[in-house]
């Protein structure tokens, strides 16, 4: 039984591995010239690692199981980890209990009310309840107004500019549910993972796997049409080429099903409203001086022209990067954005500046390289009852599925929830591999 997976980024790589434990072969197509898709590896010079920033928490219990199934889990590292906080042109280190207790910004009051936010926050399950509510109204009624506007409100000006009023409480609840259980609840220290050599190891490994099955992956790969064959299964129009498979699963982002796949393959429900999405541009240096002690530095400051610094390279060894750090630079913004419009000199030009602003003592003679890395659609803007105006897919055809992004309505994206997304999915797909063996 032959099985085509469309798209190769993490979903249809981790897709792939499930199915190939069956007695089906798989043939995996990603249109770039490497695997990933926001989680692929970039060249740095002396070294490679993730062109996008990425970390493993300790409650990522799906991404994990897959690592040490994968038989990585000698290459997962966890290491203690420091979050940061820049405002009125000061760093002040929130990584701590007495730090968060001393930080100056925010009276005693202040800060009980901050602290009693995320406590109540990283406990709520049902997110729905919190579509219908802005960031702000919802902030101002758990910690209050003085809290909201010292603390929250620069944050997300800074995160969302203009943006930052439309967007419902779930927003800032997945950062608080998902960030904040990296502490440790006995030693209430932050304790971040990473496999060694970045997701390129877990990539090679899946690839590895899928081709001792005698499953195969294929890159450079773009799909021209999708479409149903009259004696059973689904083809696939790869250049000029056609593939015939018993079952096709489509990853890849919506836009493009709707662009190559036949219309009788699916459905989909139209809203008055389409989704927006957020993207992201990313500066990233590569310095021989270490920058930044912090993974995660929060900016409140919305002159500065991105939204935060990852200090890769304070939680990965040095050893990793070739004795270089690695810091990110991200500025998420969306689809009709000026920053779209400028050139990667003029880009550079803008983040360094800003660098420059918040660190004028750094020495420009260290940094090694600089790279301007963009992804159009990261996630999407979670406005006001956003769910709603998702589209829903419906496919029509017993060989066609659809297992893509787009669904993730009570998820972040992050890896953990694309592993958790296609373990659901393999249950109810097992049943379809089981029903097609019977009958052939």
Same mark, same amino acid.
Not at 60 to 77: M, S
């Given at each position: 039984?032959?099985?085509?997976? &469309? ?9 792939? /591995?499930? %199915? ?23 060249? +740095? ?14 409650? @990522? ?13 000698? @290459? ?49 399950? =049902? ?20 809290? +909201? ?13 203009? *943006? ?55 890159? *450079? ?18 250049? *000029?080429? %056609? ?24 459905? &989909? ?11 992201? $541009?990313?500066?990233?240096? $590569? !310095? ?20 935060? $610094? ?10 990793? !990067? ?50 301007? /890395?963009?992804?159009?659609? &990261? ?8 769910? @709603?105006? %998702?589209?829903? %897919? ?7 599925? &659809? ?7 009570? =998820? ?7 592993? *958790? ?18 009958? $052939?």
């Amino acid at each position: 039984m032959k099985i085509g997976i &469309v798209g190769g980024g993490f979903m249809g790589l981790v897709l792939a /591995h499930q %199915i190939s434990k069956t007695k089906a072969t798989v043939k995996v197509f990603e249109s770039d010239s490497q695997l990933g898709g926001l989680a692929t590896h970039h060249d +740095y010079g002396t070294f490679i690692w993730d062109k996008f920033y990425h970390v493993i928490l300790p409650t @990522d219990n799906y991404l994990i199981d897959l690592i040490k199934d994968l038989g990585l889990e000698d @290459d997962l590292n966890w290491r203690r980890s420091m979050t940061g906080y820049y405002v009125n042109k000061k760093f002040y280190s929130i990584s701590s209990s007495k730090e968060f207790l001393l930080f100056p910004p925010l009276n005693i009051f202040d800060k009980m009310k901050l602290a009693y936010t995320i406590f109540y926050g990283s406990r709520i399950n =049902d997110r729905k309840k919190l579509e219908g509510i802005s960031v702000k109204d919802w902030l101002v009624k758990i910690g209050g107004r003085r809290t +909201y506007e010292k603390f929250w409100s620069p944050l997300l000006k800074a995160k969302l500019g203009d *943006n930052h009023d439309r967007v419902s409480a779930i927003f800032i609840w997945t950062y608080i549910k998902r960030l904040f259980q990296a502490r440790s609840s006995a030693a209430q220290k932050e304790h971040m993972g990473f496999v060694s050599g970045g997701y390129k190891t877990v990539f090679d490994r899946l690839e590895k796997l899928l081709l001792e099955k005698g499953s195969s992956v294929s890159t *450079n790969a773009t799909i021209q049409s999708i479409n149903t064959n009259p004696k059973g299964g689904i083809d696939l129009k790869v250049g *000029n080429t %056609i593939e015939h498979f018993d079952k096709v699963i489509f990853t890849a982002p919506l836009n493009v099903l709707e662009k190559v796949s036949s219309p009788d393959l699916f459905n &989909v429900s139209k809203k008055d409203r389409t989704v927006e999405y957020l993207g992201v $541009v990313c500066m990233v240096l $590569v !310095t021989k001086q270490s920058m930044t002690p912090y993974y995660v530095l929060n900016i409140a400051d919305k002159e500065v022209p991105f939204t935060g $610094v990852i200090g890769m390279s304070s939680l990965a060894d040095l050893e990793q !990067t070739k004795g270089s750090h690695i810091t990110y630079f991200p500025k998420y913004i969306t689809s009709d954005h000026e920053y779209w419009s400028k050139s990667e000199e003029e880009l550079e030009n803008l983040f360094l500046n800003g660098f420059k602003s918040m660190y004028p003592d750094f020495d420009m003679k260290t940094v090694e390289s600089v790279h301007i /890395h963009k992804a159009f659609k &990261v996630q999407p803007l979670q406005v006001l009852n956003y769910s @709603d105006i %998702i589209p829903k %897919i419906k496919t029509a055809h017993p060989d066609f599925f &659809v297992l893509n992004t787009s669904q993730f309505v009570n =998820d972040t994206l992050n890896n953990n929830s694309v592993v *958790n997304h296609v373990e659901d999915f393999m249950k109810e797909f097992k049943k379809e591999l089981a029903l097609h063996l019977e009958t $052939v």
